[in-house]
Nanobody, 118 residues
Framework: QVQCVESGGGLVQPGGSLRLSCATS????????MGWYRQTPGKQRELVAS???????TYADSVKGRFTISRDNAKNTVYLQMNSLKPEDTAVYYC????????????WGQGTQVTISS
């Protein structure tokens, strides 16, 4: 059982930066694979970035070189640093926790709105 609470969303102009945070509580944070997903109306939720316990990361092709996912195990928090933001990045961003040995054990945050517009 993991609770995830996102924060840091907002309105940013194209080319700007934003950092999202996901604070977690519950089971030991360090064992969970953490991820950021995003979703817009009419589209399925897509993986943006993920990070494993050991620090290995994966990124969607659309955000490589612009976004960076990181985690602070001492604070039970995962971050998503977003740079060079584009209008296409506009979405609700969700924090996800997935158990590496039990993929059915998945928890989601409530989401935070990110809007990129001039």
């Amino acid at each position: 059982q993991v609770q995830c609470v996102e924060s840091g969303g907002g309105l940013v102009q194209p080319g700007g930066s934003l950092r999202l945070s996901c604070a977690t509580s519950g089971d030991s944070f360090t064992i969970w694979t953490m991820g950021w997903y995003r979703q817009t109306p009419g589209k399925q939720r897509e993986l943006v970035a993920s990070i494993k316990t050991g620090g290995s990361t994966t990124y969607a092709d659309s955000v490589k070189g612009r976004f960076t996912i990181s985690r602070d195990n001492a604070k039970n928090t995962v971050y998503l640093q977003m740079n060079s933001l584009k209008p296409e990045d506009t979405a609700v961003y969700y924090c996800n926790a997935k158990h590496p040995l039990f993929p059915s054990s998945t928890y989601w945050g409530q989401g935070t709105q990110v809007t990129i517009s001039s």
